[in-house]
Structures are given as structure tokens and as C-alpha cells.
């Protein structure tokens, strides 16, 4: 075949994603294979070699420049999960490509709040490929990986080992990667945030927890781990009633936020205590997908505003 004749194959395969050179006799192929997930980028480098069989092939990446975000609490049960699949939905609504990581190891609940249970992940060369979900946000979980319960007694590099094949799956073009991660600011947590350095945290409390010891345990955690804070969310904060959807507060209200002003944190709002989230959320219809969300698209655009403020900084 003349060079002439294979440089048309080529391009006809590959259109602008192919640089060709000439290195003596031999042709050079260069892809750029930045943002196509591995599937399709194998498939790309196949028909290349196919149209062009005595091309030296190399496929190259742009790295994707993309921000880790912890949500994280001081201790469970605070609603950190719910918080963290509800964030992921609206940064995606909001135009972002968003994949989330449920990187709890002790009751991972992400399958189940984003409606993708049973779903195994397939690998390709050992690189797991997240699964879809009904709300454009790939999913990872550390429920996908062991049976239930199985993790609880792993030490901190052995979690850190499997949070590695969460955060480094193939997450192809995504920007952002929300990931929820177990409850408590101990060492299993601190080797995951240590390797696998966010680009910030968003930590979760509710009204009654915010003593300010244990808000004050959660920010030396990421200082320590050298993560910057992006804000703290109050959730379950006043009870909405389900008849009238006034909402009261049984606990008071004010406490988190001038809390978080005292701690000199980002306070980036409340959520709730609704019955309509606790059903929603557990029956894997997370209320962010709502077309009539106002409540986690305004923390959303926080948390998109810190990750600009970050870009450009
Ligand atoms: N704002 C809310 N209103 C009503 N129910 C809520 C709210 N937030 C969370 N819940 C419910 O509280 C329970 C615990 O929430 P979730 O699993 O998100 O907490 P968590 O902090 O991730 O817990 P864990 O420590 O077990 O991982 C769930 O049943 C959830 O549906």
C-alpha cells in the first residue's frame, strides 16, 4: 500500500484525532485519544492499525485535569451519603461531568441511592469501568467490590488499596469525582485522603452534632491531610412537615452556621429533615434529579464557584 493511500485510510478512520508523520520509510500515527473511554479508544486504535499495518501506532491522553471532592462527617449516620449523591446530581445538572465514588467502607449505600444495585463493574487490564446510573453520574462503590460487611475489619492500607481502583477507574472525560467517604476522621480514612489527595472536603453534620468538637476534629483531620475545606452543609436541619411543608426547628437554628463562622469555615447551607428525602433516597430517586430541586442545586453552585475560584487561582 503507498504512504499516499494509507494516509487516506488513516484519516479516514481517525479524521483529526491522527497526526501523521513520516520517519524514513515508516509512517507515524500519533492519536489523541483524550477524553474517549477505553472501549472506544480501543476500538479507535484497532481500525487505525487495521487501515494502516505498517504504521508505528501510539495512542496518547491528555491527562484530564480533574478535582477529587471528600464528603465527609465527623460520625455516621449524619446523612453524609444522601448528601454526597444528591451534590454529585446537581453539579452534573448544573453542566458538569460528574462521577461518584462511595468509598464507605462500612455500609456503602451508593448503589442503592443512585438506582444501580446488582450492578457488577467490568475491568478492561484491571481498570474498572464505573457503572451508568439513571442520572448521567457514573458510579464506583466499594459495595461493587466486597460483600457486605465483609470490609469493616480492613486496616487503612488495605482500603486505601481498594479506594486506588475506585479513584483510578475509567472515569474518561469526567471533571469532577464526589466521593463519599466512610464516617469518623480515623486512620483508615487518613491514609485514603492522603493518598488520594482531594482537591477539597465538604463535611456534613447535623444541628445536633455540631458540637464544635466534633467539627473541630473534622477540620485538623483534613489540615493534617492538607485538604482545604470547601464548606460545611447542615443537614436534617429543621423538620419540613409533610402536610403543610412549613418548616419548624425542634433543635434551634443558626448553631451550624455561626459554628462555621466561628471555625472561620464556608457554611454552604442547610437541608432539611423531610420525609419526602428519606423516601425518596431510599427508594433510589435522589430528590436532586427533581426538576423542581431548589435545594441542592444552590450548594451545588457553591461547591462549582470554589472549584472556578480553584481553576483560576
Ligand atoms: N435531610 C434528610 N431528611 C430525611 N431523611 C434523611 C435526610 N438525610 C438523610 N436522611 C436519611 O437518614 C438515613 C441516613 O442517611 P445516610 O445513609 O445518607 O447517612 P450517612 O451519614 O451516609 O450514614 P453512614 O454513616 O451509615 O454512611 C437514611 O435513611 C437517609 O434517607
Known sequence: MSSEAMRAAVLSVAGSRATIRMDGERMG?????????????????????????AARVIVTAE???????????GKGGVGKSTVSAN???????AGHRVGLIDADIYGPSQPRLMAAEGIRPEAIEKQLIPVPTPYGVPLLSMGQLVEPGRAIAWRGPM???ALGQLVEGAWGA????????????????????????????????????????????????????????????????????????????????????????????????????????????????PP???????????????VAEWLGQRNRG
Open 174 to 285: 469526567a471533571d469532577t469525582l464526589v466521593m463519599d467517604l466512610p464516617p469518623g476522621t480515623g486512620d483508615v480514612q487518613l491514609t485514603m485522603v492522603q493518598k488520594y489527595r482531594p482537591a477539597g472536603a465538604v463535611i456534613v453534620s447535623t444541628p445536633q452534632d455540631l458540637a464544635l468538637i466534633d467539627a473541630t476534629r473534622a477540620i485538623d483531620f483534613f489540615n493534617k491531610a492538607g485538604v482545604p475545606i470547601i464548606g460545611l452543609i447542615e443537614n436534617m436541619a429543621g423538620y419540613a412537615c409533610p402536610h403543610c411543608g412549613t418548616v419548624s426547628d425542634p433543635f434551634g437554628r443558626g448553631g451550624a452556621e455561626s459554628t462555621a463562622a466561628a471555625l472561620g469555615l464556608p457554611f454552604l447551607g442547610r437541608v432539611p429533615l423531610a420525609i419526602d428525602i428519606r423516601q425518596a433516597s431510599d427508594a433510589g430517586r
Open 159 to 161: 482500603a486505601a488499596g
Open 87 to 93: 451534590l454529585a446530581i446537581a453539579l452534573a445538572r
Open 63 to 73: 491527562r484530564v485535569n480533574r478535582a477529587l471532592i471528600a464528603v465527609a462527617s
Open 288 to 302: 436532586a434529579a427533581a426538576a423542581d430541586d431548589r435545594i441542592f442545586a444552590p450548594l451545588a453552585a457553591q
Open 29 to 53: 500515527v500519533v492519536l489523541d485519544a483524550t477524553g474517549l473511554p477505553p472501549a472506544e479508544r480501543e476500538r479507535l486504535e484497532a481500525e487505525v492499525r487495521a487501515a494502516a499495518p
